[in-house]
């Protein structure tokens, strides 16, 4: 069984700041991983997904994300957030061959002016 | 596409009364899923279908709870009595394709008040 750690429930940051959201896996199987955005009172978007290939993930919105297979991380990045960033950011994880991904509890991005 | 269709968007409701909450998704799609997501225990998968049959309800938490999909657009949760502890929000999504590698389209959900 696979399991997500998303390390910060809460990120506070300043606009045009900086940003990484972390994500630890733990899986007996290769993977696939995902993060997805949740705006307030709106569902789940998909923000990004890493696959296979390239371990540097670019998406929507200036978002990237690096997988790192011997730290088992999947860490989010953003090099300067703006106010409209504030939101929820999930990370989600499925095992190659599955198709049910296993959600982390989720960040909240806090973006202040 | 109008993408993943969930109503009502909220919903209401007095302890012990059925509430029936429902999903369109998207066209062609051929995976749907329904989520559960609460401050408590954050996203839960309840159950999913593949081409409109049941494949994986272990997530559902009581048999109060009950899910349908009669046909490729269209798919019901029903909870039936409803109690004050369901109250949350529900999410419909779907997906194409037969391994995880695709992602979900998520509805806007339903946010759930028992009282």
């Known amino acids: 069984a696979q399991s997500v750690t998303q390390l910060d429930s809460q990120v506070p940051v300043f606009e045009e700041a900086p940003v990484e959201l972390r994500c630890n896996y733990s899986?007996?199987?290769?993977?696939?991983l995902f993060w997805y955005v949740q705006y307030p009172n709106q569902g789940l978007q998909l923000l990004l997904k890493?696959?296979?290939?390239?371990?540097l993930v670019k998406g929507i919105n200036g978002f990237e994300a690096e997988f790192n297979k011997s730290q088992t991380s999947f860490h989010l990045r953003k090099p300067s957030v703006h106010i409209s960033d504030t939101a929820e950011y999930f990370c989600?994880?499925?095992?190659?061959?599955?198709?049910?991904?296993?959600f982390g509890r989720g960040t909240s991005l806090i973006v202040h002016p | 596409d109008a993408g993943v269709i969930q109503s009502p968007r909220h919903e209401v409701t007095e302890m012990g009364q059925e509430v029936t909450l429902r999903c369109k998704p998207i066209?062609?799609?051929?995976?749907l899923f329904w989520y559960r997501q609460t401050m408590m225990r954050g996203l839960e998968l309840l159950i999913y279908?593949?081409?409109?049959?049941?494949?994986?309800d272990s997530g559902m938490p009581e048999d109060r709870f009950s899910a349908k999909m009669p046909n490729a657009s269209f798919s019901t949760l029903k909870i039936q009595p409803s109690e004050p502890r369901d109250s949350a929000v529900y999410f419909c999504?779907?997906?194409?394709?037969?391994?995880?590698?695709?992602?979900?389209?998520f509805g806007s959900g339903t946010r759930l008040t028992v009282v």
């Open positions: 999504a779907s997906s194409l394709g037969e391994t995880g590698g695709k992602g979900y389209t």
């Open positions: 989600a994880v499925t095992p190659g061959g599955s198709y049910i991904p296993t």
């Open positions: 279908f593949n081409n409109n049959v049941p494949i994986d």
């Open positions: 890493y696959l296979s290939g390239s371990t």
């Open positions: 899986s007996s199987v290769s993977v696939y």
């Open positions: 066209s062609g799609h051929d995976y």
